[in-house]
Structures are given as C-alpha cells and as structure tokens.
Nanobody, 121 residues
Framework: VQLQASGGGLVQTGGSLRLSCAAR??????MGWFRQAPGKERDFVAS????????VYADSVKDRFTISRGYASNTVSLQMNELTPEDTAVYYC?????????????????WGEGTLVTVSS
C-alpha cells in the first residue's frame, strides 16, 4: 500500500492548512494522522473509521482539527485551523490494521512519507 501525503507548508500562527493523503487501497481500513516534532516521539493526532465514522482526536487538536475520508475512501484529509507553533511537526498518514483507527502507532500497518508543517509565531 503506497501512501502519499501532501499539503504541508509554512503558515503563521492562527492560520490554516489542509493535509491530504491518498492510499492505493484502504477502503476497508481505518486511517490516521500522526506527527513528530524535532526531538520528540511520533504522536497521535487523529483517526477515522473505514466509512468515515468514529473520528478520534488528540486532546491537543480537538476542536481545531477535522479528519475526513474522501468519496473513494482511499483518501484521508486533515483540516487544521487555529495553528500554533506547537503544531510544527512532520505529519504522517497511516493505514490501520482494522476497520477503525486507533491512538496507538502499533495498530497501523502502512505509513506514508511525512509532510512538514511549520507554524511561525
């Protein structure tokens, strides 16, 4: 399963970005987004079920970020609003082993190359 993430870039505090990720096949799997800041571990951001339901968010992004599935279900997007410098990281999309996403990295079997998000103060 190949994953391709896009949409990263440089934005000012308070701005918005939309990340997208396309998988060759993931229509029966949950998908998720993780992020890794310099010198830190890769942390959970958000996940969503195979049918676009059951979204789950990390507390740090809840009410600011929205995860969604594309019509073909092989794509997942992350709308990020009210960005702060603490959101600066490389963002990774991943395909879950099962029909629903998870907060745990070990529940994901395929990972895309990350896309860098930089939020300036």
């Amino acid at each position: 399963v190949q994953l391709q993430a896009s949409g990263g870039g440089l934005v000012q505090t308070g701005g918005s970005l939309r990340l997208s990720c396309a998988a060759r096949t993931a229509s029966n799997n949950g998908m998720g987004w993780f992020r890794q800041a310099p010198g830190k571990e890769r942390d959970f951001v958000a996940s969503i079920g195979w049918n676009g339901g059951a979204p789950v968010y990390a507390d740090s992004v809840k009410d600011r970020f929205t995860i969604s599935r594309g019509y073909a279900s092989n794509t997942v997007s992350l709308q990020m609003n009210e960005l702060t410098p603490e959101d600066t990281a490389v963002y990774y999309c991943a395909v879950a082993r099962r029909a629903y996403g998870s907060r745990s990295r070990s529940d994901y079997t395929y990972w895309g190359e990350g896309t860098l998000v930089t939020v300036s103060s």
